[in-house]
C-alpha cells in the first residue's frame, strides 16, 4: 500500500506537527510531509487502517493521540548515530578528562566518575565511552565508572540495551577495544558482535524526553554527551535544554556537542575548550 499524500485537509497535518514540536521541540515544516506520511504509514499497516487520513482522524477525532504518540516520535525522530562519531571528542575523553580526574585524586581514593549519554540513540556513544572508561580502570584501578544512556525513543533504547550491533556498525571501533569489549557470533549468515557483560553491568539505559525538565538525572556528572540534537531545536529550547542539562555538571565537570553545535551553546557557566566541548565553570576557582 502506498502513502496517499493528503489534500485539501491541511489541519490534521498542522495539528500533527504541533504535537510532536510541543513533545520533542522538534519543528517539522510543511516541507517534510511526505517524510511524515511515508514513516507513519507503517502505523497505519499495523494497525490495519485503510489509509492515512483514517489514522489522523482515530488520532484527533477519535481522542488516541496520547496513546500514539510516543509510537509517532518513534517513527519521525532521528536515530543516526556510529560507535566513535566525531572521535576527537573521545580523544579529549582518553587523553584529557579521564586522566585528570584520576589527577585530582590521592594515592589510594577511588575515583567516582559519572557520564550521561543525554541523546543515546542506539548507544553507540554510550558504549564508546564505555570502552575507554572501562580501558582506563585496568591501568588505574582507582577508577569507578557508570554511564546513563537516554533517549526519548523507548524503541531505539531497547536496541541500547541489548547491546547487540552488525559487524558493519562495529566497524569504526578500534580493533584492540573491539578484541577486549566486544563477543563475536552470528545470526544465520550475519557477523554480530555483543558488548561484554562486564561494561553492560555498568551502562544503564531509560527513557527521557529532554522537553521535560527538571531530568530525573543524578548531579555532580562529569561528562555530559548532548551531541546532534541541539541543531534539532529552535534557539528558545536549545537555551533552555544546554540550561538544565549543565545543571547536572559537577563544578569542573564536561559538556560536549556536536562540533558543529559550538554556536548553539550560550550558556553563561561553560567555557569552551575544544570545538563542541565546554567545562563548567560555575562553582570552580
Keep these: 500500500m502506498r502513502a496517499r499524500t493528503i489534500s485539501g485537509s491541511p489541519a490534521p497535518m498542522d495539528r500533527l506537527r504541533c504535537a510532536v514540536h510541543a513533545e520533542t521541540g522538534i519543528r517539522l515544516p510543511p516541507a517534510k510531509d511526505l517524510m511524515i506520511q511515508s514513516r507513519l504509514q507503517r502505523r497505519v499497516l499495523y494497525l490495519g487502517l485503510p489509509d492515512l487520513e483514517t489514522y489522523l482522524s482515530c488520532l484527533f477525532d477519535g481522542g488516541r493521540l496520547d496513546a500514539e504518540l510516543p509510537?509517532?516520535?518513534?517513527?519521525?525522530?532521528t536515530n543516526k548515530t556510529d560507535f566513535f562519531r566525531e572521535e576527537a571528542h573521545f580523544r579529549l575523553l582518553r587523553d584529557r578528562i579521564i586522566p585528570q580526574a584520576?589527577?585530582?585524586?590521592?594515592?589510594?581514593?577511588?575515583?567516582?566518575?559519572?557520564?550521561?549519554?543525554?541523546a543515546a540513540s542506539t548507544g553507540a556513544e554510550a558504549w564508546s565511552a564505555a570502552m575507554l572508561l572501562a580501558r582506563?580502570?585496568?591501568?588505574?584501578?582507582?577508577?569507578?565508572?557508570?554511564?546513563?544512556?537516554?533517549?526519548?525513543?523507548?524503541?531505539?533504547?531497547?536496541?541500547?540495551?541489548?547491546?547487540?550491533?552488525?559487524?558493519?556498525?562495529?566497524?569504526?571501533?578500534?580493533?584492540?577495544?573491539?578484541?577486549?569489549?566486544?563477543m563475536s557470533g552470528r545470526a544465520g549468515t550475519v557477523a554480530r558482535g555483543r558488548i561484554v557483560p562486564e561494561l553492560r553491568a555498568r551502562v544503564r539505559f531509560a527513557a527521557l524526553n529532554l522537553m521535560e525538565a527538571p531530568y530525573e538525572v543524578e548531579a555532580g556528572l562529569d561528562v555530559v554527551f548532548l551531541r546532534n540534537v541541539l541543531i534539532y531545536f529552535e534557539p528558545?529550547?536549545?537555551?533552555?535544554?544546554?540550561?538544565?542539562?549543565?545543571?547536572?555538571?559537577r563544578p569542573g565537570g564536561h559538556l560536549i556537542v556536536g562540533h558543529t553545535e559550538s554556536m548553539n551553546v550560550n550558556?553563561?557557566?561553560?567555557?569552551?575548550?575544544?570545538?563542541?566541548?565546554?567545562r563548567q565553570t560555575k562553582g570552580t576557582r
Excluded: K, M, N
Aim: proline letters at 6%; aromatic letters at 6%; charged letters at 30%.
Design 71 to 77: 509510537e509517532i516520535v518513534d517513527l519521525l525522530t
Design 102 to 118: 584520576l589527577g585530582r585524586a590521592p594515592p589510594g581514593r577511588t575515583v567516582r566518575f559519572r557520564v550521561w549519554s543525554a
Design 136 to 182: 582506563a580502570a585496568e591501568a588505574d584501578p582507582r577508577l569507578d565508572w557508570a554511564i546513563l544512556g537516554t533517549d526519548i525513543s523507548r524503541r531505539v533504547l531497547e536496541g541500547a540495551r541489548r547491546a547487540i550491533y552488525s559487524a558493519e556498525e562495529l566497524r569504526p571501533v578500534p580493533e584492540d577495544l573491539r578484541c577486549a569489549y566486544v
Design 236 to 249: 528558545d529550547v536549545q537555551r533552555r535544554v544546554v540550561a538544565a542539562v549543565s545543571r547536572h555538571l
Design 267 to 278: 550558556e553563561a557557566s561553560l567555557s569552551q575548550i575544544a570545538p563542541g566541548a565546554f
